[in-house]
């Protein structure tokens, strides 16, 4: 009975379709002043929420990296006067789901529960975020789960690489911390710790909620207050100061005795806030955001077989963006590979995409952004990604004709903007040939 009402959970979670063009979001306001936005569908008897706190990794303590993600795994291990495995029992015999996870600048909640059990899964939610317990033997439970994957993350040849290049670019700065922490970080982890940190960041000033699926605005007021409305009012979370990077070039080898050349190269990007982001998201779609069909898949991988994948990115912190490609070649190709992807970089910076290039991508971007919003949960999640960039409660509607409206002239000064292949730092991890550090 138990395991039908997960799956029926789990079903319904990818049942519930809302087309992009047909989302009403409702802003929510509730008697003790908590704001969400919420999406009401009652096709199917299921409600998601997710949810964020301002702060995150980016803010754990010297000596103790890994405190948030730390936390994100102890909020399900007890809570009130229920014990880990009573409450996991609980979990289990409502099927509703909750996790938690630790960005560098949020942390996120995530919140599933069948109509029927409406009540009792906010009421346990309630419980989890503010009385969580950090019991010994689950901490230490936890603690020994943490450091098996931070073991297993540092021979990862794919995250080595990448974490090596945020150092690169971003230096001591927080942010190129992976937000998992140390080892030593881990194991200086204390309850208190954890208390302490619940304390500061589990405040109403910096939480922001996405509510998607069977629940009408009057009874979803009702409820965010009982979970949330005894929260403190101001967050203890201090601010990040953003990275300054360097635009030196720099090019640096970590040698390792594997068959392939692994290659990530980048440097600073725009933040989301810029008003050229748009459209320097479209040119990056066109050099290496889409795929197949993009330019560093084309020259990298069909014409010349140096790599099942080649491609680019743009990811963007508050305050600060990051822009960055990526290989994995033969090491007697690394040289070869990195050459082909520099000169793609320079090629968009200085002509821009083609006119054919821009209407595809288009076509493809307008197309596929329902795709974003065809479930109940992808709808609560892509809610609260628009809330965390600021871009307004009518962005869903407004974003693919901002797409449509772009001009090939407005693309290519974006990626003029975005583009700087004579800044470009470059992580090789492997045996590389025909390239040397530095250069």
Known sequence: MMIRAILSLCLLAIAAVTPASAIEIQEVRTPKGITAWLVEDHTVPLIAMDFSFRGGAANDPDGMHGLANFLSAMLDE??????????????????????????????NGSFRTLTRNRDASFALLKLA????????????????????????????????SFMAFKKLLLGEHPFARDTDGTEAGVKAVTAQALRDLHRRLFARSGLMIAVAGDIDAKTLARLLDEVFGDLPEKSGMAEVTPPKISSKPQTKI??????????????????????????????????????????????????????????????????????????GTRNEKAGEAVRIMKAEIARMAKEGPTEKELEEAKTYLIGAYPLRFDSTTKVAAGLLAIQRDNLGIDYIRKRNDMIRALTLEQVKAAAAKLLHPEQLKVILLGQPEGIEAGK
């Open 78 to 107: 007890g809570a009130g006067d229920m014990k880990s495995e009573a409450f996991q029992a609980r979990m289990q015999e409502l099927a509703m789901r909750m996790s938690y996870s630790a960005g560098q600048e949020f942390f």
């Open 254 to 327: 970590i040698s390792r005795p594997i068959p392939q050349t692994l290659i990530v190269m980048g440097h600073e990007g725009m933040v989301r806030a810029d008003p050229d982001f748009i459209p320097a998201y479209v040119a990056n779609f066109i050099l290496g955001g889409g795929g197949f069909g993009s330019r560093m898949t084309e020259e990298v991988r069909e014409k010349r077989g140096l790599a099942y994948s080649a491609y680019s990115a743009m990811f963007a912190y508050r305050k600060v963006g990051v822009f960055f490609a990526s290989a």
């Open 129 to 160: 975020i503010n009385a969580p317990r950090f019991d010994t033997k689950p901490l230490e439970r936890i603690r020994q789960q943490l450091l098996v994957s931070i073991r297993r993350k540092s021979t990862d040849p794919d995250q080595v």
